[in-house]
C-alpha cells in the first residue's frame, strides 16, 4: 500500500522552526523510562533529526537509531544536525513509508512516531506494520496533537477560523488532525492488547514562547505548503488566509497571551 495522505504542513521553514524546537524532554517524556542502554530504536517521521539525536544519547553506549522519513531533504537535515550534534553516534537514516516499512520482523526494541499517525492515510495499518518491526516484548510509542483540543486565551476569533480551517484541509488531505484521542484506539484496533495511554501538553505562555509559537503559525498561513493547499483546494482564499495570519499576530502581542496543545500518547507492548 502506498501512502494516500498529503503531508499537511510542508517543510517550509516556520514548519522546521517548530520542529527543530522538539526534544526528547518536551516531546517524548512518556517514553523515555522505557529506554536502557544498548537498545535498537526505530524514529519514524524523524523530521530534522532534535528527537533522534536525544534517543541516540538515551540508549547509549551499544544502542543504534534508526531514522526514517518519507522526505529525503528533511532527512538530510537531520543527517547534518546529528552528525554536528553527536559525531560518530550510531545513527542511520533512509527514507520509508510507514505504511511498508523496509525492515524485517522483529527488528527494533523500540519503535517511535512523533506527531506522524495523524498525517498517514491508514494510522491503524501504520501501526500494525510498526508493530511488526518491533521485537515481540519491544514498545511501539506514539504521540500526535489533537487539534480540536487545542484551547488559547485571549478569545480570538480569527484562530477560531484558524482551527476550523486547519481541520477541514487536514481532512481533505487523508489525516486526521483530532489523532491524540484516536490513539489508543488505533492501536487496540491495530492488534495490541497491552496499551498504556496517556496524555501530556505543550504550553506557551511566556512573551517569548508566545512570540515564537504565534510568529511560526502566522508565516505557516501564508507561505507553507498548507496555504497553498488551503487555496488550491478551495478551503480559503488568500484574503482569508492573510486575515488569519494577522489574527495570530495580534493575538502573539496580547500581553496576557496563553496556548496549549493537547498531545495524547501510547506506550504498546508488541
Not at 483540543?149 to 481541520?167: I, K, N, V
Not at 491524540?180 to 514562547?209: D, I, K, M, N, Y
Not at 511560526?216 to 496555504?227: C, Q, V
Amino acid at each position: 500500500m502506498k501512502e494516500t495522505a498529503v503531508y499537511t504542513h510542508g517543510h517550509h521553514e516556520s514548519v522546521l522552526r517548530s520542529h527543530r524546537w522538539r526534544t526528547a524532554e518536551n516531546s517524548a517524556a512518556y517514553l523515555i523510562g522505557e529506554l536502557r542502554p544498548g537498545m535498537s530504536v526505530l524514529d519514524v517521521g524523524c523530521g530534522p533529526g532534535t528527537i533522534t539525536a536525544d534517543l541516540a544519547e538515551l540508549v547509549a553506549p551499544g544502542g543504534r537509531v534508526t531514522a526514517v522519513d518519507a522526505a529525503a531533504d528533511v532527512l538530510e537535515q537531520a543527517r547534518a544536525y546529528v552528525a554536528r550534534r553527536a559525531p560518530g553516534a550510531p545513527v542511520e537514516f533512509a527514507t520509508a513509508d510507514v505504511h511498508a516499512l523496509d525492515f524485517p520482523d522483529d527488528s527494533f526494541d523500540v519503535v517511535h512516531a512523533h506527531q506522524v499517525l495523524q498525517h498517514v492515510g491508514d494510522p491503524v495499518r501504520a501501526l500494525r506494520e510498526m508493530r511488526r518491526v518491533c521485537r515481540p516484548g519491544g514498545i511501539v510509542a506514539a504521540r500526535d496533537a489533537d487539534y480540536a483540543a487545542m484551547t488559547w486565551f485571549p478569545p480570538t476569533p480569527g484562530l477560531e477560523d484558524w482551527q476550523s480551517l486547519y481541520r477541514r484541509v487536514a481532512r481533505a488531505n487523508g489525516g486526521e488532525p483530532d489523532a491524540g484521542r484516536r490513539l489508543l484506539s488505533w492501536a487496540r484496533a491495530a492488534g495490541f492488547t497491552e496499551v498504556a495511554s496517556s496524555a501530556t501538553a505543550w504550553c506557551f505562555a511566556t512573551p517569548e514562547e508566545v512570540a515564537w509559537w504565534s510568529s511560526l503559525w502566522a508565516d505557516r498561513t501564508t507561505a507553507s505548503a498548507y496555504a497553498s493547499i488551503a487555496t488550491s483546494g478551495h478551503h480559503a482564499t488568500p484574503e482569508a488566509l492573510t486575515a488569519i495570519a494577522e489574527a495570530w499576530r495580534a493575538w502573539g502581542a496580547a500581553p496576557d497571551a496563553w496556548f496549549s496543545v493537547l498531545n495524547g500518547e501510547i506506550l504498546a507492548r508488541a
